[in-house]
């Protein structure tokens, strides 16, 4: 038998807490029956939406664990105007909404409420968008590291008014485990590399098209070609929040991300309503393996 890693969050503070609310995913600490629903929580995924985080957990009640097509009641869903998380056995589903300042704040809040719930040996994967670097549409990314403004692999956030720098390799044993995930049968391919995580859609992803720009067609060309050569091969808003968060909390995560624009072609997907289901189901489908692999 292996060692139990039980969430032991990094804060002294948090242990002579006796009050404590996670006041925006609206539960609280103090309601011990409520935290004890968490407790058997082995797999977090996020993503940036309500919609597909509620169409992944309703998919995984009935694919992991055998629910009936119309049960979908979750062991404990919230939603508010912030958030939206469904507990699905050890699943525990969560959306994040757009970039790290988002993310963060939902993390911290997960965080919490798992080392409260004494859970233990979580994985932690993020499933999202994003726009590839000359990869095909509805290819899926699984990212080594992310790298940020600067292209360095560190999360920025800050503390006290001072930059605080977290690095944001992604576990490499759950990167090649997803890798494996991919099914025989499968329409789509699976492709490991460096994801540029970027804190704004327009200038700092190389658009030009927002509601001011500082460079020409050039300056994007060039920006794209440096991508490139540093081995990123796609690039979204989260990945060095989900990274440097769960490193620093001792958490093993991933980034699992599918495209929906080529950006050496074009600024904009141009998929319709129904091609953008049908790819945006592509990671689900690996996170699908990877759980059945997992849980059974
Ligand atoms: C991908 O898609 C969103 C922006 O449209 C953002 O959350 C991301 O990383």
Redesign the pocket.
């Known amino acids: 038998m292996g060692t139990i890693n039980y969430i032991n969050l990094p804060n002294r503070h948090l242990k002579n807490k006796i009050a404590d609310e996670l006041f925006h995913l609206g539960i609280s600490l103090n309601d011990q029956v409520l935290v004890e629903k968490f407790d058997k929580v082995k797999f977090v995924l996020v993503g940036?939406t309500r919609e597909r985080m509620e169409t992944l957990a309703r998919h995984l009640a009935t694919s992991i664990l055998g629910r009936a097509e119309d049960d979908f009641s979750f062991d404990h869903s919230f939603q508010n105007s912030r958030y939206s998380g469904y507990l699905v056995g050890p699943i525990f589903c969560v959306n994040h909404?757009?970039?790290n300042p988002s993310l963060s704040v939902a993390l911290h809040e997960i965080f919490k409420l798992l080392y409260r719930a004494r859970c233990s040996d979580v994985t932690l994967i993020r499933i999202?968008?994003?726009g590839g670097i000359g990869v095909d549409v509805g290819t899926v990314v699984v990212t080594s590291e992310a790298l940020t403004v600067g292209f360095e692999p560190y999360y920025n956030t800050s503390s006290l008014g001072q930059p605080l720098r977290l690095p944001t390799s992604a576990h490499v044993d759950l990167v090649e485990d997803l890798l494996q995930c991919r099914g025989d049968n499968s329409t789509f391919q699976v492709v490991k590399g460096k994801t540029y995580c970027a804190d704004d859609?327009y200038q700092a992803q190389g658009r030009l098209d927002g509601s001011f720009c500082d460079f020409d067609e050039k300056g994007k060309e060039e920006f794209m070609n440096k991508l490139q050569k540093l081995g990123v091969v796609n690039i979204?808003?989260?990945s060095a929040g989900v990274l440097g968060l769960a490193n620093r909390v001792g958490v093993k995560a991933a980034v699992v991300?599918v495209v929906i624009v080529d950006r050496i072609t074009t600024d904009l997907p141009q998929l319709n309503k129904q091609e953008f289901q049908q790819i945006e189901d592509h990671p689900m489908q690996l996170i699908t393996a990877y759980l059945q692999r997992h849980i059974h």
């Open positions: 940036g909404g757009i970039g999202g968008t994003c859609f979204e808003m989260e991300c």
